[in-house]
């Protein structure tokens, strides 16, 4: 599992988004799921399973 912190120029930490194999989830501060992209299907799904985008867009979530 690799895990990058997202922080804006402050330095304030505004999310998390993590590889965990066969996805990488895209989650808030506090640990909430926002979504995650499926490597498999190559898109990208809000945390209530609808499409949100084709290809990687888990950084335009935060």
């Known amino acids: 599992m690799i895990e990058k912190q997202i922080r804006l120029p402050s330095g304030q930490l505004i999310g998390r ?5 066969n996805r990488i989830e895209a989650r808030r ?5 926002l979504g995650w992209y499926c490597k498999a299907s190559g898109n990208t799904r809000l945390a209530n399973g609808h499409l949100y985008c084709w290809g990687n867009g ?3 979530l935060l």
């Open 17 to 21: 988004i993590t590889d965990v194999g």
């Open 29 to 33: 501060t506090d640990g909430v799921l």
């Open 58 to 60: 888990v950084q335009m």
